[in-house]
């Protein structure tokens, strides 16, 4: 049996129909892939990580995390100085999902 899709309400309709949560959000999807391919990570991890550093710096990276965190799919623990977020359940089904 396949696992659930996890779904938004879709822009275009006023949330009378259904997405995949990576349709409308593709990059929060791909920061829940990247943490369900190495977990747990921090912030400061992401950015020395990711080729993206030219666009996004660490306070970016933790405002991404912290909205998923608001979202449910990922929990963070205090490891000393900085947090260090893995993937909740939720967030494991939307980064196995990856683009559909």
Do not use: H
């Amino acid at each position: 049996m396949s696992e659930p899709m996890v779904q938004v309400p879709c822009p275009t309709c006023a949330g009378a129909g259904q997405v995949p949560f990576a349709q409308k959000y593709p990059q929060k999807a791909r920061l829940c892939q990247l943490l369900y391919a190495m977990p747990p990570l921090s912030a400061s991890d992401l950015w020395r990580n990711a080729d993206s550093r030219a666009c996004i710096g660490v306070t970016g990276w933790n405002q991404r995390l912290e909205e998923l965190r608001a979202l449910g799919f990922v929990t963070r623990e205090k490891v000393g100085r900085e947090w260090r977020y893995s993937l909740t359940e939720a967030g494991q089904v939307v980064a196995r999902q990856g683009g559909r």
